[in-house]
């Protein structure tokens, strides 16, 4: 009976540039609870074209008007929240998922306490660096 030959295949450009950005396996627990203000506090990952964002807002809690470059997709994991966005008002409640177009403004109320998990493409440049000052210090 003839042994099989092993092939050895060269890596690929595509292997290799895969090869070179890093897994990352992080319970949320470890995670930093980043306290923006007294009504929010956010956890997030950041992997090389996306990021994975935990927010946690209390009722109340109004996150401003505001748009940026980075596509969004919110999932309501608990609560509602409002959404004043694309010249209406609508309610997303847990179990419903929300896409925000890049550029499009929009403003939230947490109606209840609320946790919502937010996927950027790209990651949130402002968030990384603590450059966003509209979430910080509002009630």
Not at 35 to 48: A, D, E, K, Y
Not at 54 to 66: A, D, E, I, S, Y
Request: glycine share 4%; with cysteine.
């Amino acid at each position: 009976m003839a042994t099989p030959k092993r092939t050895i295949r060269k890596a690929s450009k595509k292997t290799t540039k895969a090869a070179k950005e890093k897994l990352q396996h992080t319970p949320w627990a470890s995670v930093e609870l980043e306290n923006l203000n007294p009504l929010l506090q956010r956890q997030f990952m950041v992997g090389s074209k996306m990021m994975l964002a935990r927010v946690l807002l209390k009722t109340g809690c109004v996150v401003p008007l505001h748009h940026h470059h980075n596509e969004q997709i919110s999932y309501m994991i608990e609560g509602a929240l409002k959404f004043w966005i694309d010249g209406r008002e609508l309610i997303v409640s847990a179990g419903e998922v929300l896409v925000i177009p890049a550029h499009m403004p929009h403003k939230a109320e947490a109606i209840v306490d609320s946790v919502s998990l937010d996927i950027f493409h790209p990651p949130r440049k402002d968030w990384i660096e603590k450059t966003d000052g509209y979430l910080r210090l509002r009630k």
